[in-house]
């Protein structure tokens, strides 16, 4: 893919997840020995330009943090705006 078309796709994504609602990330106060970051109470994970939000750390948040660490965001559950809970996450989950 030429970088041009990343860009483009990039811009499109950003401006979608600007619809969903803004992130403000949190600091993590515990993190695991290979530095992810683990919820408190009231905190779910998010990506800068993800449609859903991982309320637990699901299959998904351990490829996710795997691949691109700083992608990986904290926040607080009332900041999850119009996003979705993750398919996998939810009770009854994949």
Do not use: N
Not at 5 to 18: P, S, T
Not at 40 to 59: I, L, N
């Amino acid at each position: 893919m030429h970088a041009a078309q990343l860009k483009a796709r990039r811009r499109a994504a950003a401006a979608a997840a600007r619809d969903l609602g803004r992130l403000r990330p949190v600091l993590p106060s515990r993190r695991t020995p290979d530095g992810m970051p683990l919820l408190e109470v009231g905190q779910v994970y998010a990506t800068p330009f993800g449609e859903v939000f991982h309320p637990v750390p699901c299959e998904v948040v351990g490829q996710l943090w795997d691949a691109e660490p700083f992608g990986l965001l904290v926040i607080e559950r009332e900041q999850i705006g119009r996003r979705t809970c993750c398919p996998v996450c939810a009770p009854g989950g994949e």
